[in-house]
């Protein structure tokens, strides 16, 4: 229950794609890449799975900005001492052959984030490397993030820029959010959103195709439908343990309309 509410909030406050702009980059969890056992590997995915925005100078997590570091790589250095990550990383750094002539960037979360979410949030650096992977040190394991591929990149930009979404509605427990997107199919809609894990949109869809499955592992199980109402109508509807989220995308002359509804048991 806890997790759903989670993340409902997140996805409310938190805008789709933030600050989607020509000059940012969007970065997705290595699963493949965390160095422990297949149990914590598991937990750590489930917990550290986010989709994060970010450009030369500031990077967002959950809503949290992290800001580049100015200065040089004695800089960097300098700051990575202080906080131990030589020492405290020493295993994980080895494994990937990684040292300071491969960090590109240092970046710090704000102490602006006056969220409760951000002060106590799960890390308080971020690392750009050379090959542009992100590198997080996160409770003694290092978590690498890989930058989307320009195609992935583009319709996510291009998902954003022509987004419109009204004010938020709350009634008791439920939540519901109507957004407009200019000059795109329900398709092209479904497709940038399901660049993002948040959304579990796990589905390549066709138009017209219904759906139903299960997705479950050892953190999360959600039931999934997808019905088509015709052939400018989806509907989307994910149940999870603690409550359920529906989708209905409804494509209108020249945009598509999309009706996001959460409802908590």
């Excluded at 894990?197 to 138009?207: L, S």
Aim: hydrophobic share 35%; glycine share 4%; aromatic share 16%.
């Amino acid at each position: 229950m806890k997790k759903f509410l989670f993340g409902c909030i997140l996805l409310f406050l938190v805008p789709y794609f933030t600050y989607a702009s020509n000059n940012n980059h969007y970065y997705l969890l290595i699963k493949d890449k965390i160095n422990v056992e297949n149990k914590e590997k598991k937990w750590l995915a489930s917990i550290l799975n986010n989709f994060i925005v970010g450009n030369e100078q500031k990077i967002k997590v959950l809503g949290c900005n992290f800001k580049r570091v100015k200065g040089d790589k004695e800089t960097i250095y300098n700051q990575l001492t202080k906080l131990n990550i030589f020492e405290d990383y020493n295993e994980d750094l080895k494994k990937y052959d990684l040292s300071l002539n491969k960090f590109n960037g240092l970046y710090f979360i704000e102490p602006s984030n006056l969220s409760e979410r951000c002060m106590g949030f799960n890390y308080e650096i971020i690392i750009l490397l050379n090959n542009n992977e992100l590198m997080i040190p996160y409770n003694k394991h290092l978590v690498f993030y890989k930058q989307l591929a320009i195609t992935d990149e583009n319709k996510i930009n291009n998902f954003k820029r022509n987004e419109n979404c009204l004010e938020t509605k709350y009634f008791e427990m439920e939540s519901t959010k109507v957004c407009f997107y200019k000059n795109m199919t329900i398709l092209d809609v479904y497709e940038a959103m399901s660049i993002n894990p948040t959304y579990e949109f796990r589905k390549k869809i066709k138009q017209g195709e219904d759906f139903s499955d299960i997705y479950e592992d050892d953190y999360m199980r959600v039931e999934v439908e997808y019905k088509w109402k015709g052939k400018n109508k989806l509907e989307i509807v994910q149940y999870f343990d603690g409550g359920e989220t529906y989708y209905t995308f409804v494509n209108q002359e020249k945009r598509t309309k999309l009706i996001t509804k959460f409802s908590p048991d």
